[in-house]
């Protein structure tokens, strides 16, 4: 099983640091960058992008104790993007 709580932790950890030094909206990518670089921080998994045709867009594959554990992350990624637009533009 997935260290959900740690794994959520060390991404929300990871997006903090990194918003903290913005002043401008974030790119997709920029983002799946972060949460990619979050996760891949964990020595236990190895992380990949999943293929598109295959699994979808922005899906990533987390290989973990001869598991495999595919995370859609495309809510979370629009989800990060429109609240830090709403906080940017909130603080302008």
């Known amino acids: 099983m997935l260290p959900l709580e740690e794994l959520k932790t060390t991404i929300f950890h990871n997006m903090m640091q990194r ?8 790119t997709e990518f920029e983002i799946k960058s972060i949460i990619f670089e979050s996760i891949n921080s964990f020595s236990a998994f190895e992380v990949k992008w999943g293929k598109p ?3 979808g867009k922005n899906r990533i594959l987390i290989h973990y104790q001869n598991r495999i554990a595919i995370l859609d992350l495309n809510l979370l ?16």
């Open 19 to 26: 918003l903290s030094k913005e002043k401008e909206e974030l």
């Open 53 to 55: 045709v295959k699994f």
């Open 77 to 92: 990624i629009h989800f990060i993007k429109d609240v830090w637009k709403n906080y940017l533009n909130k603080n302008q």
